[in-house]
């Protein structure tokens, strides 16, 4: 049935026996998917192949065609059949390039120059990226641009430690507060450990941590291997520039170091030169906006790469790393952004907002110009624009917070039910229902575009002097009496 479905899918597009695979393309770019997709490779070679072969070179008959898509025709008939975690794509991007474009507006914040190299970029740059648990993606900007993860590294490398040695092992060193002290403070808890390992003392301990019986190369090719299977094999490099300037000015880190290591915060035998060290080749290892959207995917998706399908970190590493970057990941502006988004995210001084919407989609924003708490000024803002417009927030309500939109599969076939419960409730005179949706039937006119019934309801409403609201009035007797009348 599935071969079927696609086979016929493309024909109708083009009314013919024929397929042309430029047009087939075109519908599969449309899912999100792209045809680079690693998983869709052997499908790919094949088409490529058989392309070769036929006359004209860009069409295919039925039969060559299900022979194409025969080694990926469970993922290709998800695609087609809008089975993905975002069924409608192309509507969801518009939107995104929307609130891209509102933030490219913004020419606030500062670039960072306490390290030299990250003085150089332009303020200008301005790149979003996302990638589905299904390996949709999208991008807006300069999504191709290397940049340094700096802090944004800091819940990799914790989850790269709570997935080899455990939740117990890693915070016996760590704690998981926040610190409500500047980022790079030298203080600890009451215990003498590092508050979480989203401030730098923590992160310092938490490198500490990474293979710990190996020498400095060994560990950074492990911990660059972690992040290129997060990352779906993308975009992973290393900025020897940066690194540089990172131990060159790193006075402070240094002084964290030193006190670490007089509370006895590192594990017995460490040598802690060579964690700074490692700590500051971590954060100067370069991501794109393209390849760290993956990365975020990857936490979204349980620690399974959506786009190889590999695991990469445990549950368990992937739930403690997404709760500490949920209360502790945006520097001093965690406990506003947990309030206002309510998404697991961390910044860094490069520019770049690592976010991630559990089930749903990683996405990295990346822009230099910082604020004074600094986290990226048009970041922030995209952020908190996103949530707005959808019911992303991890306390919006799926069934009930109906004046937001839902992309999610599940939340349409939710909407679904409840607008069948809502045409029910009218056809019964339900009035009690009617009022828990939430909505009235001005509200449901403007959110779907009936301009002439928007129209008519504000005549009724204007007429009989009702409020705007309609059934969500104060005046119980006077609503009921107005929906009797509508109904």
Not at 79 to 98: L, M, N
Not at 121 to 139: E, I, K, M, N, Y
Not at 316 to 338: I, K, P, W
Request: include cysteine.
């Amino acid at each position: 049935m599935g071969n079927g479905l696609i086979v016929a899918y493309c024909a109708v597009l083009l009314h013919v026996n024929c397929i042309s695979i430029a047009v087939a393309l075109q519908a599969l770019k449309a899912t999100g998917l792209r045809t680079g997709d690693p998983r869709l490779k052997e499908c790919m070679e094949t088409l490529k192949e058989t392309l070769k072969k036929t006359p004209d070179g860009v069409t295919l008959d039925r039969q060559q065609f299900k022979k194409c898509v025969q080694s990926n025709i469970v993922l290709l008939t998800q695609a087609f059949r809008k089975k993905f975690v975002i069924p409608d794509f192309q509507s969801f991007t518009s939107h995104i390039d929307e609130l891209y474009e509102s933030a490219k507006k913004l020419h606030e914040g500062q670039v960072a120059d306490y390290i030299p190299q990250l003085a150089k970029f332009s303020p200008d740059l301005w790149a979003v990226s996302l990638c589905t648990v299904d390996g949709q993606r999208h991008t807006a900007g300069d999504t191709k641009v290397p940049f340094c993860l700096q802090s944004c590294v800091k819940p990799l490398k914790y989850a790269v430690a709570v997935h080899d040695y455990g939740t117990e092992y890693v915070h016996s060193f760590i704690g998981k507060e926040p610190s409500g002290l500047r980022f790079n403070k030298l203080f600890l808890n009451e215990d003498d450990k590092p508050h979480n390992p989203m401030v730098n003392a923590g992160a310092i301990v938490c490198t500490s941590l990474i293979k710990q019986s190996a020498s400095n190369a060994e560990k950074f090719d492990y911990a660059m291997t972690f992040l290129k299977n997060m990352a779906g094999n993308e975009y992973v490099g290393f900025s020897n520039a940066t690194f540089q300037s990172e131990r060159e000015s790193g006075d402070r880190n240094f002084a964290i170091g030193y006190y670490l290591k007089e509370k006895k915060c590192f594990p017995e035998g460490t040598d802690m030169t060579s964690v700074l060290d490692l700590y500051f080749q971590l954060c100067s290892i370069e991501v794109t906006c393209e390849s760290g959207s993956v990365m975020a995917a990857t936490l979204a998706n349980g620690g399974i790469c959506p786009i190889t399908g590999e695991r990469v970190l445990s549950p368990e590493a992937v739930r403690n790393t997404l709760s500490l970057m949920h209360s502790c990941g945006m520097y001093d502006f965690s406990g506003q952004f947990a309030f206002h988004v309510g998404l697991p995210a961390k910044s860094g001084v490069a520019g770049g907002i690592l976010l991630v919407v559990p089930n749903v989609m990683g996405i990295m924003c990346w822009s230099p110009p910082l604020d004074k708490l600094g986290n990226s000024v048009r970041g922030i803002q995209f952020c908190t624009d996103l949530v707005e417009l959808f019911n992303f927030h991890n306390y919006d309500n799926l069934r009930h917070f109906s004046k937001k939109h839902d992309p999610r599969r599940e939340g349409g076939d939710q909407r679904v039910k409840s607008v069948i419960n809502l045409l029910f409730a009218a056809y019964t005179g339900d009035i009690s229902a009617l009022r828990r949706w939430g909505n009235t039937p001005v509200d449901e006119a403007v959110h779907f575009g009936h301009h002439d019934v928007v129209t008519i309801l504000q005549q009724y409403l204007e007429k009989y002097s009702l409020p705007s609201g309609g059934a969500a009035g104060d005046d119980k007797d006077s609503a009921e009496k107005s929906l009797d009348s509508l109904l």
